[in-house]
């Protein structure tokens, strides 16, 4: 019998691993909906549905190896960083989905979140008054106006497949939806700025890098306290506050 692996696990949602099969497990039957619709219209590789009995959802595993991880070493030649770019550009430019991403908060609510949660980090001493001043400065360039865009919306690195240098599947759609295509981008080169320019190259649009830093220090300034509450550490090297620090 197959071992079952833990990929992924806490108190929203669980992601097992049976051999060649993944078992996803979400509470809210709402992500699980987006994720099999967003899938169904990407133009880009993604897992095959095998069966869906809420609140689980079985797809099956894809071929290959992803990029990497955030905190860890990233793998991959150029040309493999570059592929996953332009593949990201198709997602892009496809024909809109109806509803709004993780990518699409309006830039007021954003603007009013990232706020507030600079001010509990500080007032809570979780991060030093002057690391969250200077990113919430540097964060000031993602917040402004964008043209929607087929998103992702957690394009981490650990959710893009690839064999070689091809791209052979996009996994975890769940925060899909119309939103800013720089957030994707900035999303899965977070932690990983030296391959940055191979995406862009792979990508082939001129790219805002102000922006993408931006997007670097607002995902990772709200992200610090909810890794922490859900048993993961921000403070690992190379993760989020690592790269918070970068913008020092």
Excluded at 46 to 53: A, Y
Excluded at 79 to 88: L, M, S
Excluded at 219 to 244: K, Q, T
Aim: negative net charge; contains cysteine.
């Amino acid at each position: 019998m197959d071992e079952v692996e833990v990929v992924v696990a806490h108190s929203e949602r669980a992601t097992l691993r049976v051999g060649d099969v993944f078992l996803k497990v979400d509470a809210d039957q709402g992500r699980i909906d987006v994720e099999v619709e967003a899938m169904s219209l990407a133009p880009v590789p993604t897992p095959q549905v095998l069966w869906r009995k809420p609140p689980v959802l079985a797809i099956a595993a894809l071929p290959g190896t992803t990029l990497g991880r955030l905190g860890g070493p990233s793998t991959g030649s150029p040309a493999a960083w570059a592929a996953a770019g332009a593949a990201i550009r198709t997602l892009h430019e496809a024909p809109l989905p109806p509803w709004p991403g993780r990518a699409g908060r309006s830039v007021g609510a954003l603007a009013a979140e990232l706020d507030d949660e600079c001010e509990v980090l500080v007032a809570d001493g979780v991060l030093p008054a002057d690391l969250v001043t200077r990113n919430r400065q540097v964060a000031e360039a993602a917040l402004r106006p964008w043209t929607p865009a087929f998103t992702h919306g957690d394009l981490q690195i650990a959710h893009v497949f690839v064999d070689g240098d091809e791209v052979t599947g996009i996994i975890d759609w769940s925060e899909a939806g119309q939103g800013d295509a720089l957030y994707d981008l900035a999303t899965f080169t977070l932690g990983h700025e030296e391959h940055l320019d191979d995406v862009i190259a792979g990508y082939g649009a001129d790219i805002d890098l102000d922006v993408i830093h931006a997007w670097w220090s607002l995902r990772s300034l709200l992200a610090v306290r909810w890794l922490i509450e859900h048993g993961f550490d921000a403070f690992a090297p190379g993760c989020e506050v690592d790269v918070l620090r970068s913008r020092m």
